[in-house]
């Protein structure tokens, strides 16, 4: 199958804790995105990154770590810096050349 | 003023209309524009895209997009209750290689 997976579907997270989701994608796109979602609102995006080793901050990249080691992987970590974690996210990517992103099924973060 | 707004609804349609969902951008140097659809608990799946002023038709699906007066509009038609969810307006501003979303609207489609 092709397409973008993220993982774990739905997360639990002490106050104090990291937490790391993943992202991959088989679809030999070359972007790949994070974006968060409160209730009731659009998308906001956290990180980017166009190129393997290479990745910048979006909006509200505050609290918030990712790397790029490889193309199909976009692994965003939630610090403990990150003061209101509680949210969706999700992970989208695209073609180099193409505007389209396509989204991965997301991960529901709540912090206990 | 936000930079892609839309009203949040809900906006609410008979089973069999057409429904329309409206869209402003704020950057008059916005490229391309996106409509997503968004069911409850789901990620957004695409459901069109535009380039050039004017429509762009997919089946019961009409994207129209006016840039000098900044707005994309969704015309659903024959709407049915399978079309019940947040539609979310996405706009990729020059310079900027992420999309920039609309808080959406939702839509209910009453069988």
């Known amino acids: 199958d092709g397409g973008i997976t993220q993982s774990p579907k739905y997360l639990f997270r002490k106050e104090g804790q990291n937490v790391t989701l993943s992202c991959e994608q088989n679809?030999?796109?070359?972007?790949m995105y994070w974006y968060r979602q409160d209730p009731g609102q659009g998308l906001r995006l956290i990180y980017y990154s166009q190129i393997v080793n290479d990745f910048q901050k979006g909006d509200i990249a505050e609290g918030y770590s990712v790397s790029r080691e490889k193309k199909e992987s976009f692994p965003l970590t939630v610090t403990s810096a990150q003061k209101n974690p509680t949210a969706f996210y999700l992970c989208?990517?695209?073609?180099?050349?193409?505007?389209?992103?396509?989204f991965g099924p997301g991960t529901r973060l709540t912090v206990l | 003023q936000k930079e892609v707004e839309q009203n949040s609804g809900p906006l609410s349609v008979p089973e069999g209309a057409i429904a329309s969902l409206n869209c402003t951008y704020s950057?008059?140097?916005?490229?391309?524009f996106f409509w997503y659809r968004q069911y409850s608990g789901k990620s957004p799946e695409l459901i069109m895209f535009?380039?050039?002023?004017g429509d762009k038709e997919d089946g019961r699906f009409t994207a129209q997009l006016n840039k000098a007066s900044q707005y994309v509009s969704l015309l659903i038609r024959d709407s049915q209750p399978s079309d019940s969810a947040t539609y979310l307006c996405?706009?990729?501003?020059?310079?900027?290689?992420?999309?920039?979303f609309g808080s959406g609207t939702r839509l209910q489609v009453q069988p």
């Open positions: 950057d008059r140097g916005s490229q391309s």
């Open positions: 989208a990517s695209r073609w180099e050349g193409a505007d389209t992103q396509y």
């Open positions: 535009i380039y050039s002023n």
């Open positions: 996405a706009v990729n501003r020059r310079g900027r290689r992420a999309l920039t």
């Open positions: 679809l030999n796109h070359d972007a």
